[in-house]
T-cell receptor
Framework: DTGVSQDPRHKITKRGQNVTFRCDPISEHNRLYWYRQTLGQGPEFLTY????????KSRLLSDRFSAERPKGSFSTLEIQRTEQGDSAMYLCASSFGDTNQPQHFGDGTRLSIL | LAKTTQPISMDSYEGQEVNITCSHN???????ITWYQQFPSQGPRFIIQGYKTKVTNEVASLFIPADRKSSTLSLPRVSLSDTAVYYC?????????????FGSGTRLSIRP
């Protein structure tokens, strides 16, 4: 069990650029979650996959955001035409079984928009 | 939607027992109570989960009264490394992941 891995750990980009983050969950975990966290706040739910199916999306996830989990393994989160307000920590978590099971988090990707 | 209320911050000293209480008046029958710990620049880390009465593991205890409208995370003999933000969550029994709300957590500071 190597834990949840996220790449890159930090991303600095100019406003208007597209960025893509990757998450590798714990193998055999069927559920994968994406969260966004801003300074001083707790993580906010963005979207959730069960295997390869994206089952829920938060209203926070505007049309500029898209997430995929091909083959039910790793996941990517893409932000198009980034804005200043997108600056945040993007966290990925995975779990096995139903929603009662605790989530295992990666250490996130910190996005800074110049 | 089960909202939680926690103190914004707490201070304590090394070697003391720390109790952090979380209120969740609207907890549903099937909801579990889960606590996470988060250090700066790291993702949250699961500490403990319970449904009723008392749960204990190697790092903490969780006390849940009969009405389940609150819960208390107890950290025995804290050290400087326990300085972190602690989040109380309820509602993991929901099939809807969007109902998982972390809130702002409790910022615990441990002094020598």
């Amino acid at each position: 069990d190597t834990g949840v891995s996220q790449d890159p750990r930090h991303k600095i980009t100019k406003r208007g650029q597209n960025v893509t983050f990757r998450c590798d969950p714990i193998s055999e975990h069927n559920r994968l979650y994406w969260y966004r966290q801003t300074l001083g706040q707790g993580p906010e739910f963005l979207t959730y996959f069960q295997n390869e199916a994206q089952l829920e999306k938060s209203r926070l996830l505007s049309d500029r955001f898209s997430a995929e989990r091909p083959k039910g393994s790793f996941s990517t989160l893409e932000i198009q035409r980034t804005e200043q307000g997108d600056s945040a920590m993007y966290l990925c978590a995975s779990s096995f079984g139903d929603t009662n099971q605790p989530q295992h988090f990666g250490d996130g990707t910190r996005l800074s928009i110049l | 939607l089960a909202k939680t209320t926690q103190p914004i911050s707490m201070d304590s000293y090394e070697g003391q027992e720390v109790n952090i209480t979380c209120s969740h008046n609207n907890i549903a029958t099937n909801d579990y109570i889960t606590w996470y710990q988060q250090f700066p620049s790291q993702g949250p880390r699961f500490i403990i989960q319970g449904y009723k009465t008392k749960v204990t593991n190697e790092v903490a205890s969780l006390f849940i009264p009969a009405d389940r409208k609150s819960s208390t995370l107890s950290l025995p003999r804290v050290s400087l490394s326990d300085t972190a933000v602690y989040y109380c969550l309820v509602g993991l029994s929901y099939s809807s992941a969007s109902k998982i709300i972390f809130g702002s957590g409790t910022r615990l500071s441990i002094r020598p």
